[in-house]
């Protein structure tokens, strides 16, 4: 029983945009996937979602093909949250987080409103059910769609099958507090036993987080390892272009990695101070 994705591609515009990606992850585990812009984390996550078909390979929840499950089994199996969303109609935020439980059978009007409510909570959005989504923030937006997520997802377990939570980028626009506990509700689903593949772009979230790194490059898998072996690799740098100041805090379980900004805090010179990579 685990996440298995097998010798994934994906092709578009006539080339290939994910190639030969395979992983394995257990129920329990989160694994955040990093890369520069392009890379093809969103193509990744779409694959695994079962929104995109593999134009080579297969990605299996559980033994079963992801694009081959009714679009129902996989609502209640997996539900994920978008890079972006685009909603046109003015809609509040109660309806938007309602649409969550459309799959679920057996729920009277009560426990739906209870359901959503509890997912409102759990984002920080106590009473904000009927505020117009569109007048809210980008930030209580991407809330907004993680309650919706929630509600859809449920528990992170169900007849002994772990769930798979997928987040496309679920911080780019929070505030430092919200990033954590977003993150927090996220860790949380894993460590409840159901398995979570978060795309991150801060990498200081990514090693706190999850258990796992899955590093894309153009397309490529180029490295799949836990925070601290990562960073002793040395790839990150090489990855992103920029040099980084690896940190470890005293007292910290992880290590945290600091962006090489030369010109602006390097003094007069230029010339780089004592950095590690
Ligand atoms: N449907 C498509 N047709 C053509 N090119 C695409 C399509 N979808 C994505 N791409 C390209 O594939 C690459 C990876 O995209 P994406 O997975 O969204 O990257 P990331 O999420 O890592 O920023 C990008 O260069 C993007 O322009
Ligand atoms: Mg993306």
């Not at 978060?198 to 799949?224: I, P, T, W, Y």
Request: aromatic share 4%.
């Amino acid at each position: 029983m685990a996440l298995e994705i097998d010798d994934v591609g994906v092709v578009a515009g006539g080339r290939a945009i994910l190639a030969k990606v395979s992983a394995r992850i257990e129920p329990g585990a989160m694994v955040a996937v990093i890369g520069p812009n392009g890379a093809g984390k969103s193509t990744l996550v779409k694959a695994i979602s079962g929104e995109r078909r593999p134009a080579f390979g297969r990605v299996r929840l559980h033994g079963h093909d992801v694009s081959a499950l009714a679009p129902a089994d996989l609502a209640m199996q997996r539900a994920v949250l978008p890079q972006a969303t685009t909603i046109a109609f003015p809609f509040t935020v109660f309806e938007i987080v309602g649409l969550g439980l459309r799959q679920r059978a057996g729920m009277d009007a009560a426990a739906r409103r209870q359901e959503v409510q509890r997912a409102l909570g759990a984002v920080d959005l106590e009473g904000f059910g009927e505020r117009l989504y569109q007048r809210l923030s980008g930030g209580e937006q991407q809330r907004v769609q993680l309650a919706r997520v929630l509600c859809q997802i449920g528990e992170p377990v169900k007849d002994g099958r772990a769930k798979l939570l997928i987040l496309d980028e679920p911080t780019s626009s929070l505030d430092v507090r919200h990033q954590i506990a977003v993150l927090s509700i996220a860790r949380r689903f894993a460590d409840d036993g159901g398995i979570v593949v978060a795309v991150l772009h801060d990498l200081n979230l990514a090693m706190s987080f999850a258990d796992r790194l899955m590093v894309l490059e153009g397309g490529r898998l180029v490295a799949d390892q836990e925070p601290e072996e990562l960073l002793e690799g040395g790839l990150l740098a090489e990855t992103f272009g920029t040099r980084m100041v690896i940190l470890r805090p005293p007292g910290w379980a992880r290590p945290a990695v600091l962006p090489d900004f030369p010109r602006l805090h390097h003094g007069r010179s230029g010339e780089a101070a004592d950095i590690s990579q």
